[in-house]
């Protein structure tokens, strides 16, 4: 069965830090890949995406993801976290066939500390 | 900017009530979802809509319906709603294989 794997539920880090938020998935067909953001209270939003091309996407609010098929990730990174990055962040894969469903994973709190 | 609305932001309705949440996108978008999200499972699709009148189960369909009479629209009906229906829902929508656009949700409470 296709599954996505958010591999920590919560990630504790301090203002200025690098941070990496991982997923993993399983699949033996061609994917698309996602990830979102929900800050308190508001639905998603998306923070960057993988359709094609590099490996090495850039996103909004200096995030960035790479893709690596062989191991099946799909690992947020960002270099320098502020205080406002707090959230919770969902990493969601789309499955080719079908009607592209998105199945997401459990979702990663982030939470910055001063 | 895409904008996906959702009727309300808070609901307490009892149990067996019927209760209807209202989706609206104003992108002329084809495709829109209903998800529930519970903590530590992530979101969970019930059902999706691929065009006007047509729909498809989702991954958790028990004791929802939905309809779509119009593009813009999609609604989400409870047909007698029970506690372990108390969750948050969200709203999406997406034009063909890009990415899903989501409302603000609805959290749900039902006593």
């Known amino acids: 069965a296709q599954s996505v794997t958010q591999l920590d539920s919560q990630v504790p880090v301090f203002e200025e830090a690098p941070v990496e938020l991982r997923c993993n998935y399983s699949?033996?067909?061609?994917?698309?890949l996602f990830w979102y953001v929900q800050y308190p209270n508001q639905g998603l939003q998306l923070l960057l995406k993988y359709l094609s091309g590099s490996t090495l996407v850039k996103g909004i609010n200096g995030f960035e993801a790479e893709f690596n098929k062989s191991q099946t990730s799909f690992h947020l990174r960002k270099p320098s976290v502020h205080i406002s990055d707090t959230a919770e962040y969902f990493c969601a894969v789309s499955f080719s066939g079908g009607y592209n469903k998105l199945i997401f994973g459990a979702g990663t709190r982030l939470a910055v500390h001063p | 900017d895409v904008k996906v609305t959702q009727s309300s932001r808070y609901l307490v309705k009892r149990t067996g009530e019927k209760v209807f949440l209202e989706c609206v996108q104003d992108m002329d978008h084809e495709n829109m979802f209903w998800y529930r999200q519970d903590p530590g499972l992530g979101l969970r699709l019930i059902y999706f809509?691929?065009?006007?009148?047509?729909?498809e189960k989702g991954d958790i369909p028990e004791g929802y319906s939905v309809s779509r009479e119009k593009k813009e629209r999609f609604s989400l009906i409870l047909e007698s709603a029970s506690t372990n229906q108390t969750s948050m829902y969200l709203c999406?929508?997406?034009?063909?294989?890009?990415?899903?656009?989501f409302g603000p949700g609805t959290r749900l409470t039902v006593l």
């Open positions: 809509s691929y065009d006007v009148k047509m729909k």
């Open positions: 699949s033996s067909v061609s994917v698309y």
């Open positions: 999406a929508s997406r034009y063909r294989d890009y990415e899903q656009f």
